[in-house]
């Protein structure tokens, strides 16, 4: 495989950066995955840091050197990762699991798939502009579809936050499955959260991706999106990558050609609590208890 690829996030005008992005890639396949804690400044934070911790040790445990089934990879490492958010809420006696939305996205065999829950968003841009993109599973989206606002209108709408699937809780999340899409060269995914996408339209992605490099590109949009939120904007993440990529400029360019079957290159934030929230010894505490929670479950579900 050859490809750039890229990430970022920012934290915006808000106290706390909830969001989590991590990418993995073997000789032959490649995970993105992107997550955004929901509620509660702490609990929201743990969520997301379970779901891409969970979806990328699921992919190392299951990639030799590719997926055998990269539809039910993503259907299961994504339950999974459900399943681990409602055990530490359990184990921590928390009144409520804490809950997140996730993207997840596999590459290999010159094709993609992805899955969602929640509205955080998928793109993938053709030389032509949009191929593809995620339905966001929001109320927005759904007065949306029956006519009643524009896709414009989604961005300002009082109910814009209002996610009626995510990851954590009693109710089971329905996790949404593309169709696998063969790219072509110079293609681009990108993924992201919503204090991304809803400062920017679908065309000021798509040109902005097509005219730089990667990590110029992404920078300016996050610049260009921030600034329009303003001082209480949201947090903001996102994971892009060109497929069969010849830019050199950059530096983000990767070949797998010469990679070991059985080794990984992992990208991915650390989760560390602030310290306004917790002591030293509490923050050491949550942070293993997060590492011992997602080996447990992992070790049950073998």
């Given at each position: 495989m050859r490809f750039s690829i890229y990430q970022a996030s920012r934290q915006g005008g808000r106290r706390y950066n909830q969001d989590r992005i991590a990418y993995s890639y073997s000789r032959d396949a490649l995970l993105m995955v992107i997550a955004d804690g929901m509620g509660g400044?702490?609990?929201?934070?743990?969520?997301?840091?379970?779901?891409?911790?969970t979806l990328a040790e699921s992919f190392q445990r299951h990639t030799r050197p590719k997926l055998r089934d990269p539809v039910n990879f993503l259907y299961g490492a994504i339950q999974r990762a459900h399943d681990t958010i409602n055990e530490y809420a359990r184990k921590e006696n928390l009144p409520e699991a804490p809950h997140t939305?996730?993207?997840?996205?596999?590459?290999?065999?010159?094709?993609?798939?992805?899955a969602h829950v929640g509205d955080s968003r998928l793109y993938l841009f053709s030389d032509n502009g949009l191929v593809a993109r995620t339905r966001d599973h929001s109320t927005v989206q759904q007065l949306c579809d029956d006519g009643l606002i524009t896709e414009e209108d989604m961005k300002d709408h009082?109910?814009?936050?209002k996610v009626y699937n995510c990851l954590g809780g009693f109710?089971?999340?329905e996790i949404e499955i593309s169709r696998p899409i063969p790219l072509t060269e110079q293609d681009n995914i990108m993924?992201?959260?919503?204090g991304l996408w809803s400062q920017l339209t679908t065309e000021q992605i798509a040109m902005t991706l097509r005219r730089f490099p990667l990590a110029r590109a992404i920078e300016f949009l996050m610049d260009h999106a921030?600034?329009?939120?303003?001082?209480?904007?949201?947090n903001l993440s996102v994971i892009a990558m060109t497929w069969e990529s010849h830019d050199t400029n950059d530096g983000q360019t990767i070949s797998t050609v010469a990679m070991p079957i059985d080794t990984f290159t992992t990208k991915m934030d650390t989760f560390i609590p602030s310290s306004a929230d917790l002591a030293e010894d509490e923050?050491?505490?949550v942070i293993a208890e997060i590492q011992n929670t997602i080996k447990k479950f992992s070790e049950n579900n073998k």
């Open positions: 400044h702490l609990h929201g934070e743990i969520a997301a840091q379970l779901t891409v911790k939305t996730c993207v997840a996205c596999v590459v290999q065999d010159d094709t993609v798939w992805w009082p109910d814009r936050n109710l089971v999340p993924i992201c959260t919503d921030e600034l329009r939120a303003g001082r209480h904007g949201d923050v050491e505490r």
